[in-house]
């Protein structure tokens, strides 16, 4: 009895710190107390038994039992592990979503951006980094926002800092219930609001996957954002000269950079008229790197500039009225942007399946 009181207090006591840090629940712990609250009393009286013979002058006994203490110690964590595997043994619930959604601008190096996005019932990942990205990166920040699996994942295009983590963040993270790889335009509806996959239109070709990467527009309740990825001048160029008729007005534009090509057209951008511009951090080899000139371009036309080299991974919280912005590595840098009613779409909570808009390459 007094074990297993002991066991559940330790659990309620760790569980607001576990939630708060880990966004993690672990049931498994009240039986697993039967054994590892005796075992740890074990392990710190061999540890200070440890200490007598250190004092007399008798080392190697000391030795010794600092080896009986490596394995118990062992046995401990195998017990854990073995504990873990055990279905309804942990679970990581949903964290709660400020507003209507939340959205994640991850900041990834060499170009390899990505974006997930949650509304109270599901979430999307758009592009998922490279496989060291997708450990270390996404797949923890959906464990911690307990988005795992997410509805939906789509990949823009065949590039390695921005597919090639596929397959460990699904080991990570579950499959997704749908998969968009390299989606032309088209329409869905799709976490509350909708997906439009503005570019690119049927039969485009291009020698390099940058300059073939998806551009989508997501309207969330009231808010636009426009995710233009890694696209460069041959991109923005089409919007510019007609773009198939595509509105792509912005409150939020979200900026990769091209590996060989111009990141960002001032005359895009000045069509796009966001609120907020989001510099994904730049490849250091890119030959058209944001510079002072661009910068000052876009804030001379009332458009916020938040390059990821200063703020690392950014937050925005949409409310029927604005957008929250903050900073990951400026935990003092917020914006409030309003945005417009008339901005807004419809739609569903339903995706589009597997083979909706996929299109072969």
């Not at 074990?3 to 880990?22: Q, R, V, Y």
């Not at 233009?228 to 409150?251: E, I, M, N, P, S």
């Given at each position: 009895?007094?074990?297993?009181?002991?066991?559940?207090?330790?659990?309620?006591?760790?569980?607001?710190?576990?939630?708060?840090?880990?966004?993690?629940?672990?049931?498994?712990?009240?039986v697993l107390g039967f054994v590892l609250v005796p075992l740890s009393s074990l392990i710190l009286a061999v540890s200070l038994l440890s200490l007598v013979p250190a004092c007399g002058g008798l080392a190697f006994l000391s030795v010794a039992l600092n080896q009986v203490n490596a394995w118990l110690a062992a046995l401990a964590i195998g017990?854990?592990?073995?504990?873990?595997?055990?279905?309804?043994?942990?679970?990581?619930?949903?964290?709660?979503?400020?507003?209507?959604?939340?959205?994640?601008?991850?900041?990834?190096?060499?170009?390899?951006?990505?974006?997930?996005?949650?509304d109270p019932r599901a979430s999307l990942v758009v592009d998922t980094g490279n496989p060291g990205h997708a450990r270390r990166v996404l797949a923890a920040a959906c464990a911690r926002l307990g988005a795992m699996p997410p509805a939906g994942i789509v990949l823009t295009h065949e590039d390695v800092q921005h597919r090639g983590g596929f397959n460990d963040f699904t080991l990570a993270c579950g499959q997704p219930r749908w998969l968009l790889a390299g989606p032309s335009r088209g329409s869905w509806p799709c976490q509350d609001g909708t997906m439009d996959v503005l570019f690119p239109p049927d039969g485009w070709d291009a020698a390099r996957a940058d300059d073939r990467a998806s551009v989508a527009l997501l309207r969330l309740g009231n808010a636009r954002l426009l995710w233009?990825?890694?696209?460069?001048?041959?991109?923005?160029?089409?919007?510019?000269?007609?773009?198939?008729?595509?509105?792509?007005?912005?409150?939020v534009l979200c900026v990769g950079w091209h590996a060989a090509d111009i990141g960002l057209l001032r005359e895009f951008a000045a069509a796009a008229a966001p609120r907020l511009a989001i510099f994904h951090r730049a490849r250091q080899e890119t030959l058209h790197p944001p510079d002072a000139a661009l910068r000052q371009f876009l804030r001379d036309r009332g458009i916020e500039v938040w390059d990821q080299e200063e703020t690392g991974s950014v937050s925005l919280s949409v409310f029927a009225d604005r957008i929250e912005a903050a900073a990951f590595l400026q935990p003092a840098r917020h914006l409030t942007l309003p945005v417009s009613a008339s901005a807004g779409a419809g739609g569903g909570s339903s995706c589009p399946g597997p083979a909706t808009g996929s299109r072969s390459r």
């Open positions: 009895t007094s074990t297993f009181a002991i066991g559940l207090a330790a659990n309620l006591g760790s569980l607001p710190l576990s939630l708060h840090h880990f966004n993690l629940v672990t049931p498994s712990g009240l017990l854990c592990q073995a504990g873990a595997t055990v279905p309804g043994a942990w679970w990581l619930p949903p964290a709660p979503v400020r507003g209507t959604h939340e959205v994640l601008v991850f900041d990834l190096d060499k170009g390899g951006s990505s974006l997930l996005v949650r233009l990825g890694d696209a460069g001048f041959a991109t923005q160029k089409w919007f510019l000269a007609a773009g198939g008729g595509a509105d792509f007005r912005c409150d």
